[in-house]
């Protein structure tokens, strides 16, 4: 059976005029999708970006991209706040395939409950902790989180949102233990210290999960806890509680 190369090398053979088309509308394919002003075109930026990715790291690397194709080994899961000034990936360069990744507005944990509770976060880390086997769970709290503030600002049911106080709940430990510590402080001092309160509490959640307790009881998982100071430019990491841990800043 001929292939669809061998059928339009036939049709073009066969006619001038079909030939002449078909440059035609693979040229104006081609002006649609790479060409554009990526400054003032948002979609030709996306494909500027790509074009760039694939000269620059897809086909100089292609023994990792040819590995990806039959599957992915991440060491890392990350859980980072939707912000987009904190992508882990640009922050820490990681490699395609290097971390399973989690997103969401200020990088919340949920804890485990029977009934699914929050399924978005917790399938993923399932996925990650009991297919992928990963090694290291990191959550990272970044400086300036507005959903922190947000966390911090407004109690219990006075949110104007439909979403976002109702999910910021699941930190509503750290808030209580930002009032108690820090809570005659001014507003960015409370979430400064909120912002790295709530990924305590994320990673206390972890350990509510059975199969994450069981594999860092184990040995076979470690969690750690991080802050992105992007105001100082720093980075600083710990094992579950950054007030009596150790701590490393980079
Ligand atoms: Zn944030």
Same mark, same amino acid.
């Given at each position: 059976?001929?292939?669809?190369?061998?059928?339009?090398?036939?049709?073009?053979?066969?006619? !001038?005029?079909?030939?002449?088309?078909? &440059?035609?509308?693979?040229?104006?394919? &081609?002006?649609?999708?790479?060409?554009?002003?990526?400054?003032?075109?948002?979609?030709?930026?996306?494909?500027?970006?790509?074009?760039?990715?694939?000269?620059? /790291?897809?086909?100089?690397?292609? #023994?990792?991209?040819?590995?990806?194709?039959?599957?992915?080994?991440?060491?890392?899961?990350?859980? #980072?706040?939707?912000?987009?000034?904190?992508? !882990?990936?640009?922050?820490?360069?990681?490699?395609? $395939?290097?971390?399973?990744?989690?997103?969401?507005? =200020?990088?919340?944990?949920?804890?485990?409950?029977?009934? $699914? $509770?929050?399924?978005?976060? =917790?399938?993923?880390?399932?996925?990650? /902790?009991?297919?992928?086997?990963?090694?290291?769970?990191?959550?990272?709290?970044?400086?300036?989180?507005?959903?922190?503030?947000?966390?911090?600002?407004?109690?219990?049911?006075?949110?104007?949102?439909?979403?976002?106080?109702?999910?910021?709940?699941?930190?509503?430990?750290?808030?209580? =233990?930002?009032? =108690?510590?820090?809570?005659? &402080?001014? /507003?960015? &001092?409370?979430?400064?210290?909120?912002?790295?309160?709530?990924?305590?509490?994320?990673?206390?959640?972890?350990?509510?999960? !059975?199969?994450?307790?069981?594999?860092?009881?184990?040995?076979?998982?470690?969690?750690?806890?991080?802050?992105?100071?992007?105001?100082? $430019?720093?980075?600083?990491?710990?094992?579950?509680?950054?007030?009596?841990?150790?701590?490393?800043?980079?």
């Amino acid at each position: 059976m001929a292939t669809i190369q061998q059928k339009v090398d036939a049709i073009c053979k066969s006619s !001038p005029e079909a030939a002449r088309k078909l &440059e035609e509308a693979i040229a104006a394919l &081609e002006k649609t999708t790479l060409s554009g002003d990526a400054s003032t075109d948002p979609i030709a930026r996306l494909g500027k970006g790509f074009q760039t990715f694939k000269t620059n /790291v897809y086909e100089k690397d292609s #023994a990792l991209f040819d590995k990806l194709k039959t599957g992915q080994w991440p060491k890392y899961m990350v859980i #980072a706040c939707s912000d987009s000034r904190v992508d !882990p990936a640009t922050i820490f360069g990681f490699n395609a $395939g290097e971390a399973f990744m989690v997103r969401n507005v =200020a990088n919340m944990v949920p804890a485990w409950e029977p009934s $699914g $509770g929050y399924p978005s976060v =917790a399938s993923a880390l399932e996925y990650a /902790v009991k297919h992928l086997k990963v090694e290291h769970i990191v959550v990272i709290g970044h400086r300036l989180c507005g959903g922190i503030k947000a966390l911090v600002t407004t109690e219990e049911g006075q949110g104007s949102h439909d979403f976002v106080e109702n999910w910021l709940e699941i930190g509503k430990a750290a808030r209580a =233990a930002t009032k =108690a510590v820090v809570g005659s &402080e001014d /507003v960015d &001092e409370q979430c400064k210290f909120c912002e790295k309160e709530s990924v305590n509490v994320s990673l206390t959640n972890l350990l509510s999960y !059975p199969w994450v307790k069981e594999k860092v009881i184990g040995k076979k998982l470690s969690i750690h806890g991080g802050f992105y100071d992007f105001v100082e $430019g720093s980075f600083q990491v710990w094992d579950l509680d950054v007030n009596v841990g150790h701590s490393r800043k980079f």
